[in-house]
Every structure is written in C-alpha cells, then in structure tokens.
C-alpha cells in the first residue's frame, strides 16, 4: 500500500508542472468562457468554441474521487481538443463530504443539459464523453443511465462514444483500501454499493463504443473496473476494448491529453473519429 502511494505520488510531479506550463503558455490566444447552470459555486462548466463543428463536442469530466478536482486545473486539457478544431466542455460539480451521491451526477446532468441548450446545435449532434477517475463513473451515468437521462430530457443518441481514462466502472473491483474508503465517503450512508455501481448501469441493448485506458501500474482504481465495464458492454451487443498502458500509473494517463500528448494519444483521437 505505503509503496504504491509513493510511486503515485512521485507520478504526478512531472504531470502538475505540465498542466501548469501548458496553462500558462498561449492563455491570451485560446479563449474561454466559464458559464454557470446552477448558483452553487462549483456548479458550472468551462467552454472553448472550437472552430470545427463537423467534430464531436467532447465533454470531459475531471476526477479527484469526487472530493477535489476542478476544470481550472485542466485548462491543458481544453487546450489540447480546442488547437485540435473540438468543441470542448469541462463541467465542475459539487463535492464530498459537503454533498454526497447522487448529487454528482445531478449536476453532470444538468450541466451537459444547459450545454445542449446554449452551445450552438450543430456542435452538439455529437458526442463524446471522456471521463478520468471518478469522472469515469460520472459519464458513464450520463451516457447509460436512462432514468437520469429521461429526467433531464437528454436524448442519448447524441452521445457517439465514451472514453473512461482509468474510470471507477465497477465499485466491486476495487480492492485497495483508499478507492475502497473514496466509495464510502462518495456514497454514504444511504446507498448500497451494489445498486450504485456503475456497471449495473449496462441493461438492453448498447450501441455507443466504449473504450478503456488504463494505466498497466495503476494501483489506485484497480484495471479490473476497466475489464469488467468493457465485458459487460460487449454482452449486452455493444463494442467495448480495454487498452492497457505499460509503465502508466493512475494519474499521468492525463499527460495523453497534454501539449502535443503521447505516441499513444493517437488512438484515443482515432476513437473518437471513428
């Protein structure tokens, strides 16, 4: 355990200083503007107009296992699809312990609906929703689970495709301690992890492709959700492949979506043009 936190820890070291050069470096050219859908301070989202609408808006979730993380941090992150021609929305949301599920997904909800109701309607004919961590289990409520969609008057067939990097998919897969102990704190008192985990999200017949990025030394969020979400996808007629990162841990599978990114960037950007 003591070791696979400090191999984390030291992962992300060269990761902050990036996202923080690449914030910095052209903040003047690339604009952005914050709009708020709700009157909670952290209920608002990051737009970047891309400049390309026959690409697919892509709606990125940070993560930070629901209690921290924001879209200022991931300025880099809007950068890299906005110099691509995207369209891209980074939503925030309110947080643990101040609020609990499933008010997260609430509020993802209910910011994708504002986005669909003021971004231009040729950028929002397509989809695709990219989820890091607990931002993961976020989009996939907001791309499967049809009786939040139905509450919020989203119409799934905009969604194009699902990309989880390093996504909580499956709570019962997750068997270190801390993402054990993250779960706890993020459901509750009054949920059972069983009805709340995302995979039983999976019913019907599914034809939005997923795919799952996960770090091969990810000790955090074990590569098992990634397995186990992509199997039950596949058995319910969709199409869903895992792809293992060797040498990734958890948190610098973001530096594929960074500057220039990786050599491995290239399928993630395939995918979603595909």
């Not at 993802?108 to 929703?129: G, L």
Request: contains cysteine; proline residues 4%.
């Amino acid at each position: 355990m003591r070791t696979f936190k400090i191999e984390e820890y030291v992962s992300r070291l060269p990761l902050t200083m990036k996202l923080f050069h690449h914030d910095l470096g052209q903040r003047q050219l690339i604009k952005y503007k914050d709009v708020r859908y709700g009157r909670d301070k952290r209920q608002y989202y990051r737009l970047y107009q891309g400049n390309n609408p026959e690409r697919p808006l892509v709606f990125f979730i940070h993560g930070g296992g629901w209690w921290h993380g924001s879209p200022k941090v991931l300025t880099a992150i809007g950068k890299f699809f906005y110099r691509l021609g995207y369209t891209v929305v980074l939503p925030a949301y309110r947080l643990v312990p101040e609020y609990t599920y499933p008010r997260q997904i609430n509020d993802i909800m209910r910011a994708f609906s504002h986005v669909i109701k003021t971004v231009p309607r040729e950028c929002c004919n397509q989809v695709a929703v990219i989820g890091f961590s607990a931002g993961g289990e976020l989009g996939a409520h907001l791309v499967f689970d049809r009786v939040m969609q139905d509450k919020y008057g989203i119409d799934p067939t905009v969604f194009k495709c699902f990309i989880s990097l390093a996504g909580v998919l499956d709570f019962t897969k997750c068997r270190s301690s801390y993402a054990k102990h993250l779960i706890k704190n993020y459901l509750g008192q009054k949920y059972a992890l069983d009805k709340a985990n995302p995979k039983e999200l999976i019913k019907g017949s599914i034809k939005i492709p997923v795919l799952c990025i996960h770090g091969s030394k990810d000790r955090l969020i074990d590569i098992q959700n990634a397995i186990s979400f992509a199997e039950t996808i596949n058995r319910h007629g969709g199409s869903a492949k895992v792809h293992r990162l060797k040498g990734y841990h958890h948190s610098d599978i973001m530096e594929l979506l960074i500057g220039k990114g990786k050599a491995e960037t290239y399928r993630l950007l395939d995918f979603i043009e595909r």
